[in-house]
């Protein structure tokens, strides 16, 4: 059974910090997906990596998957406000559609 | 519509009442899935049907039921619901030959009362 487990879970940061959220999982994938989701919305698809070695960049936030080490990281480069919100890694398993989703990573950047 | 839809956005039933969800994809996608967000818990897959099939039924109560008219339509038939069923319920889709990328509809948030 394929398992996701994310750290941190809470991460408060200030404003202009970098931090890194990590995502391990259990089982060969080669397909990992990051969502954002803000407090009473639905998930916002962020970035989709199929490849090891994949890396992705958008604005302030840049993914990356390792499949050798099932690791894949969420950088967030000097963090702003609006970046609050909980973040969830998916992967998929290897045939398929469905995804198993991490528990999710609470990110609260202060002034 | 763009993207994927979901009516109602917020619902209260008791917990005899039968009540169906909807989940509308305009985005030509062959998968659609039911998933539920409880507090402080996972995302939990419920349904999968792809091209049209049921291909996955991840041990939800029978009190659940989902319907795939189309591939653009996903319904989740609901009776005699119990409190602990109150959570957000999201519908996602997605396209199978592509990456398999879901794309989330706005949910439905459910208080069984």
């Known amino acids: 059974e394929l398992k996701v487990e994310q750290n941190p879970l809470f991460l408060s940061m200030q404003e202009g910090k970098n931090y890194t959220i990590y995502c391990n999982y259990s089982?060969?994938?080669?397909?990992l997906y990051w969502y954002r989701q803000d407090p009473g919305k639905s998930l916002e698809s962020l970035f989709v990596?199929?490849?090891?070695?994949a890396v992705k960049q958008e604005g302030r936030l840049m993914a990356s998957l390792d499949t050798k080490a099932r690791l894949s990281t969420l950088h967030i480069t000097a963090a702003v406000h609006d970046l609050s919100a909980t973040y969830f890694c998916a992967v998929g398993e290897t045939s398929g559609s469905r995804l198993t989703f991490g528990e999710g990573t609470q990110l609260t950047v202060n002034p | 519509e763009t993207g994927v839809t979901q009516t109602p956005r917020h619902l209260v039933m008791g917990m005899t009442n039968k009540k169906s969800l909807k989940c509308e994809q305009h985005?030509?996608?062959?998968?659609m899935y039911w998933y539920k967000q409880s507090a402080k818990k996972p995302l939990e897959l419920m349904f999968v049907?792809?091209?049209?099939?049921?291909?996955e039924n991840n041990s939800v109560p029978s009190r659940f039921s989902p319907e795939c008219p189309n591939s653009s339509h996903l319904f989740l038939h609901l009776h005699t619901l119990q409190p602990e069923d109150s959570a957000l319920y999201l519908c996602?889709?997605?396209?199978?030959?592509?990456?398999?990328?879901?794309?989330f509809g706005p949910g439905t948030r459910l208080t069984v009362t």
């Open positions: 049907y792809s091209l049209e099939e049921r291909v």
């Open positions: 990596l199929l490849s090891n070695g």
């Open positions: 996602a889709s997605s396209q199978v030959s592509t990456g398999y990328e879901q794309y």
């Open positions: 089982t060969t994938s080669d397909r």
């Open positions: 985005l030509g996608h062959n998968a």
